[in-house]
């Protein structure tokens, strides 16, 4: 039965995050029951306080081939990476 | 001297605590034998955290049960004693939570037809005079309000899904429509404690009960069973302690640890 079921990817934002973070994935057999089962498999010990789900088949992913050509040139660039700006104390959520 | 007149008679309100009580405990340890056989992993997940919920809030009654018993005099007892150590007899659950699981639409059904009467009894027990009940409904109607929500979604997508999942639901409510009535059935027992403004008047949620129902069954293309017979009413039901035959073996398993060895510890 649950081979029929298309697979689901949980997003769940915690209780102090801004942004939701992948947690795992669960079959069902459509978004209401999706989220409805992430919240029975994912949020039972107040990990959050939102869901997304979204079908893993529309999501779209890079190909693990391609890591050295769309990452590793940005290795070498250090001026790309803000490590020189002291960061005030008040901003959050970085 | 005589000490201070309680606000309830301590034999009602011990027996309603224990309704209130047994119905979670025997309800969650049906749910409890779904574990590692529901019919996917995510409902096998989602029918246990139903029993825990339900486990959760036996815990509260009974504890409450337990002391209003210790007030009133000897045997001490602890939540635990009056879930391992009572006999089907003194057991104070309704007959719909002891049915056995069956398959997953009969599952589904005695769920819902329970969850149904659950929320509307919270709903009304929140605003009990007596501090303790209110409090414990007002924990527990949260969980439950997510319970209804779940149970009917599957009541509709079960009877109104393929011809065998319609047919299956169909049987399931036909067969467990019967233990309903002992829901709304009030007692002597329930009587006292209503008028002292303690207990719900569950006879008084019936309309709503069956107004809920039926919209929930409507949808699902599922019919309500045309005869009217009742188990269960006319104070001889599992609120005075007569269970059908599915009881005891229910408490065997679940108790056949504490009983064996008393003195267990995890």
């Known amino acids: ?94 | 001297m005589t000490a201070p007149k309680p606000a309830a008679p301590a034999a009602e309100l011990s027996d309603y605590l224990l309704r209130l009580g047994d119905n979670g405990l025997v309800l969650a340890q049906r749910l409890g034998e779904w574990v590692g056989k529901g019919p996917v992993l995510e409902e096998d997940i989602a029918s246990t955290n139903v029993g825990l919920d339900l486990l959760g809030q036996a815990r509260l009654w009974l504890t409450y049960a337990a002391e209003v018993q210790a007030n009133s005099g000897p045997p001490l007892r602890s939540e635990d004693d009056l879930a391992f150590f009572r006999d089907s007899a003194e057991f104070r659950n309704l007959l719909l939570v002891e049915q056995p699981n069956g398959d997953y639409a009969d599952t589904i059904a005695r769920q819902f037809l329970f969850d149904q009467w659950h929320v509307l009894l919270l709903g009304q027990l929140t605003l009990s005079r007596d501090e303790r009940i209110a409090g414990i409904a007002a924990k527990a109607v949260k969980e439950v309000r997510y319970h209804v929500e779940r149970s009917a979604d599957w009541v509709i997508r079960l009877g109104d899904g393929t011809a065998a999942s319609h047919e299956r639901m169909q049987a399931a409510i036909d067969a467990l429509w019967m233990y309903t009535g002992e829901m709304f059935a009030v007692d002597a027992t329930e009587r006292a404690l209503i008028d002292a403004g303690i207990a719900a008047d569950a006879a008084a949620l019936q309309p709503t009960w069956q107004s809920s129902v039926q919209a929930v069954l409507d949808e699902a293309t599922i019919a309500i069973p045309a005869d009217p017979f009742m188990q269960g009413t006319g104070s001889r039901g599992g609120k005075q302690g007569i269970h059908t035959e599915h009881l005891s073996r229910l408490l065997a398993e679940m108790q056949a640890l504490p009983r064996s060895f008393p003195d267990a510890r995890w």
């Open chain 1, 1 to 94: 039965m649950s081979s029929e079921w298309p697979l689901w990817e949980v997003f769940i934002r915690s209780q102090h995050g801004l942004a939701h973070k992948h947690v795992g994935s669960l079959h069902a057999p459509d978004a209401e029951m999706a989220i409805k089962n992430a919240r029975d498999v994912y949020t039972r010990r107040n990990e959050g306080i939102s869901i997304w789900v979204a079908r893993s088949a529309d999501i779209h992913a890079s190909s693990p081939g391609d890591r050295a050509a769309l990452f590793e040139p940005a290795n070498d660039k250090v001026y790309r990476h803000p490590t020189f700006f002291p960061m005030p104390d008040e901003v959050k959520h970085i």
